[in-house]
């Protein structure tokens, strides 16, 4: 009775505590604290390392980050710079396609067959004043090209995704693609010397054909450009298609060229509407 009326007089948090001393579960083991403790378990990847795992394909192949980062800095340098990279693969392929054709144009082929071998040397069939011909013109041509599609990608952007596409594939082809092959064929002939009236003429003879094969290629890299690539690297994208096409512009303007010095020479001076040259391209 005495022992019960001391424990009744106490405060009930020394009795908890009194009861839980006596109860007192045995201390759970402490967990390793350094991640290396157990060399077979996970380990605990640091920040520094988590940063440097690869990403998807744009983030983590160096040489598209190194252009992304230079075409954000200078985007005019880097448009110019690709576009005479380009226009000189486009002008030095066309030029070895047709090894012959520039002294066809200037007539040397036919009064030179009958005392040499008709397949002409390295030095006689290159013509470097062609190729400084195409790089201005892609120079000159480079930062309209690179405002065009940023108007491109800025505009047209309606709820559907394939509808806005259809619209920028249309207005490109529509547009650009008349207005830019009248740009090339046109300052390809002046820059070679001719007049007005022989400017007009290798338009005629030119851009009719150009724009109707540019709709067999440039529709489905738009598309597919304005799709899956980033603005930064559409106009690499679209370079390395270009060089192609690049080369069937400069071997379709030597053929017209070729065509307009035969009619001249033979006294016909009307312009034609572009289906012989067509007929060979």
């Not at 009064?111 to 120079?139: E, F, K, N």
């Not at 000159?140 to 709820?159: K, Q």
């Not at 109707?212 to 489905?220: F, I, Q």
Request: aromatic content about 12%; charged content about 15%.
């Amino acid at each position: 009775m005495f022992l019960a009326r001391r424990l009744l007089k106490r405060p009930p948090q020394f009795a908890a505590s009194r009861w839980n001393s006596t109860h007192e579960q045995p201390p759970a083991p402490k967990q390793p604290t350094s991640t290396n403790f157990n060399q077979h378990g996970p380990t605990t990847t640091p920040t520094s390392e988590q940063k440097t795992i690869p990403g998807p394909i744009w983030v983590w192949t160096q040489p598209l980050n190194s252009y992304s980062r230079v075409h954000k800095r200078r985007p005019y340098t880097v448009q110019i710079v690709s576009t005479l990279i380009i226009y000189f693969f486009g002008d030095m392929a066309a030029q070895s396609i047709n090894p012959t054709l520039r002294d066809e144009i200037d007539g040397t082929a036919s009064s030179s067959s009958s005392s040499s071998p008709s397949s002409p040397t390295a030095a006689s069939a290159y013509d470097p004043q062609r190729t400084v011909r195409a790089l201005l013109i892609g120079t000159i041509a480079a930062i309209p090209g690179y405002h065009w599609f940023l108007f491109l990608a800025r505009n047209f952007n309606y709820s559907s995704k394939p509808g806005s596409i259809l619209i920028k594939v249309i207005v490109n082809q529509m547009i650009f693609t008349p207005v830019f092959n009248s740009y090339f064929f046109g300052m390809q002939s002046a820059l070679s010397g001719a007049g007005l009236e022989e400017i007009v003429e290798r338009i005629r003879n030119t851009v009719p054909t150009s724009w109707k094969n540019s709709w067999k290629l440039w529709p489905v890299v738009t598309a597919f450009s304005f799709t899956f690539v980033r603005v930064e690297l559409r106009g690499l994208f679209a370079g390395v298609i270009a060089i192609g096409w690049q080369t069937y512009l400069s071997i379709l303007n030597q053929r017209a060229a070729k065509m307009e010095r035969s009619e001249h020479t033979l006294g016909k001076v009307e312009p034609k509407s572009g289906t012989q040259v067509a007929a060979k391209a």
